[in-house]
């Protein structure tokens, strides 16, 4: 929820009051009896921050030439400390874990508390989700989770990604900063997502491309008033944009493939009679309602405490009333150690690393247009050949034993060919080249078709260093 604004009058006041009775009516119910806040604007990091740090990360990838690059190799490590964008996505997710602390250990409510609630907010809740619902860990789910946290949530991307460069003060990176995290996880946990790498890192280029509608706009109704739904009260022709989910719009079905992860494992679906009695007891409510409830025979609170609270409103936030920060820091690291001593369930609860060595650099993005950085027959494409090729093995065979016994021929999959000879391929495939005097990448982004008409760019050979004289 947001900020209640600070107001001094009777009815104002009695219209928060009714909206605190929502609330309590809404997350004080059992088993969750316990409820707590979690006010994002105060101790958390804030937006100046993920902006200023962002502006000092990205600057460690603006590399013009090769004598440029050398020339920032040997301070690299300290400029990339220094800019705090690593310890930004640590501290989300450690924030993340903290919240499922609460949820699974402590059986709690949690209320996330921000200024207007349409920017942090959906960062945690979002990761919560994903940590905890395998659904959201696969395309389908992970699209929905978008969709309802921060298209429908109403994320300013229109302001935060500067489309329109009106603002620089508003242009903040916090869905980029929540790919990052989600990557974190993928590098980390690669069997639990149905989804690679790369599908995260195209999906963060098409933040930034104005041709869709999905990151375009500030909110569902600007979205709605601006694309011809209520065009009678518009001077100008409505937009007709693309939605970013479309993937044939961008890609060719075998670059899609790309995007698929063959290692994932689709968990096994339930049969009726398992199924009942299962129900997810870990999502974010998309409303409070205020309408009247019966009320429950615990009191809790929000029931006891609320004349009280109203009475405090002026001058202090919710959070700082009933914030139980110190509690939980004393229960994170044994959960969290907890967790990390058992067997992964890839279809489970699922934590990240947040050690400072294991929250990594997302090289596939911020890399893959520096050939000096790239490994030729090295990095994660290397091993995931490898993998791939004993897959294709193991079908083959698995279609020679469907054939005996069936007398059908099973159908190849395609994925395995793109990633043959992984000698020739570079450490950031697919958007590096296949090959030595090759412009043009596997899976190339929409930008670098806007420039495939330039004839210098295409007749100019690629720079790479040649590891033999290394």
């Given at each position: 929820m947001?900020?209640l604004?600070?107001e001094?009058d009777?009815?104002?006041?009695q219209?928060?009051k009714?909206?605190?009775d929502?609330?309590?009516?809404i ?8 409820v707590?806040?979690?006010?994002l604007?105060?101790n958390?990091?804030?937006l100046q ?10 600057q460690?990838f603006?590399i013009d030439?090769?004598t440029?690059f ?10 990339l400390?220094?800019s705090?964008?690593?310890?930004i ?9 903290e ?5 699974e250990?402590?059986n ?5 508390l921000?200024e ?6 959906c960062l945690?809740?979002?990761l919560v989700q ?6 959201c ?5 992970f699209?929905s989770l ?5 298209i ?5 991307f229109?302001?935060r990604?500067?489309?329109l460069?009106q603002?620089d003060?508003?242009e903040?990176?916090v869905?980029l900063?929540f790919l990052d995290?989600v990557?974190?996880?993928?590098h ?13 890192t ?6 930034y491309i ?7 706009f500030?909110s569902?109704h600007?979205k709605d008033?601006?694309?011809g ?9 409505p ?7 479309d993937?044939?719009?961008?890609f ?7 995007l698929?992860n ?6 096994p ?10 129900r997810?007891?870990?999502?974010r409510?998309?409303?409070l309602?205020l ?10 609170f929000?029931?006891?405490?609320t004349d ?10 919710i959070?700082?009333l009933?914030n139980?920060?110190d509690?939980?820091q004393d229960n ?7 967790w990390?001593?058992?067997?992964t369930?890839h279809h489970?609860?699922l934590l ?6 294991e929250?990594k650099?997302w090289?596939?993005r911020y ?6 950085a790239q490994?030729l027959?090295?990095g994660t494409?290397?091993t995931?050949?490898?993998?791939l090729e004993m897959m294709?093995e193991?079908?083959s065979l698995?279609e020679?034993?469907?054939?005996r016994?069936?007398r059908?021929?099973?159908l ?23 090959q ?13 078709k806007?420039?495939?008409?330039e004839?210098?760019?295409a ?7 040649d590891?033999?004289d290394?």
């Amino acid at each position: 929820m947001s900020a209640l604004p600070k107001e001094q009058d009777d009815s104002i006041l009695q219209v928060q009051k009714s909206f605190l009775d929502g609330i309590y009516r809404i997350i004080h119910k059992p088993p969750k009896e316990l409820v707590k806040t979690e006010d994002l604007s105060s101790n958390f990091v804030s937006l100046q921050d993920i902006q200023t740090a962002y502006a000092k990360f990205k600057q460690l990838f603006l590399i013009d030439n090769s004598t440029e690059f050398w020339d920032t190799d040997i301070k690299w490590f300290s400029l990339l400390e220094s800019s705090s964008w690593l310890d930004i996505i640590r501290r989300c997710l450690k924030k993340a874990i903290e919240i499922i602390e609460c949820l699974e250990a402590q059986n709690m409510s949690v209320l996330l508390l921000e200024e207007n609630a349409s920017d942090l907010c959906c960062l945690i809740s979002s990761l919560v989700q994903v940590m905890m619902d395998p659904h959201c860990r696969t395309r389908v789910g992970f699209q929905s989770l978008v969709q309802k946290e921060w298209i429908m949530g109403g994320h300013c991307f229109l302001d935060r990604c500067n489309h329109l460069r009106q603002s620089d003060k508003e242009e903040v990176p916090v869905f980029l900063l929540f790919l990052d995290c989600v990557w974190q996880l993928v590098h980390q946990h690669p069997p639990a997502f149905e989804f690679t790498e790369t599908y995260l890192t195209v999906l963060s280029d098409s933040l930034y491309i104005p041709i869709f509608s999905t990151f375009f706009f500030n909110s569902p109704h600007q979205k709605d008033t601006n694309m011809g739904r209520e065009s009678q009260e518009t001077q100008s022709k409505p937009l007709n944009l693309l939605t970013v989910w479309d993937w044939s719009v961008q890609f060719e079905p075998k670059a899609q493939m790309l995007l698929r992860n063959p290692l994932y494992v689709e968990k096994p679906k339930l049969d009726k009679g398992q199924r009942k009695g299962v129900r997810s007891t870990h999502q974010r409510q998309p409303s409070l309602p205020l309408t009247q409830s019966k009320s429950s025979p615990k009191r809790g609170f929000f029931r006891e405490e609320t004349d009280h609270l109203i009475k405090n409103l002026l001058g202090k936030r919710i959070s700082k009333l009933i914030n139980s920060s110190d509690e939980l820091q004393d229960n994170f690291r044994e959960f969290y150690d907890s967790w990390h001593s058992k067997p992964t369930d890839h279809h489970g609860l699922l934590l990240p690393h947040i050690e400072g060595p294991e929250i990594k650099v997302w090289a596939q993005r911020y890399l893959r247009w520096i050939p000096e950085a790239q490994i030729l027959g090295g990095g994660t494409v290397a091993t995931m050949s490898k993998l791939l090729e004993m897959m294709e093995e193991v079908q083959s065979l698995q279609e020679k034993i469907d054939e005996r016994h069936h007398r059908q021929e099973a159908l190849q999959a395609e994925a395995p060919s793109l990633l043959r000879n992984s000698v020739r391929l570079s450490s950031l495939f697919p958007f590096a080249l296949l090959q030595r005097h090759s412009s043009k990448p596997v899976l190339p982004t929409s930008g670098w078709k806007a420039l495939g008409d330039e004839e210098d760019l295409a007749k100019r050979e690629d720079e790479f260093v040649d590891l033999g004289d290394v």
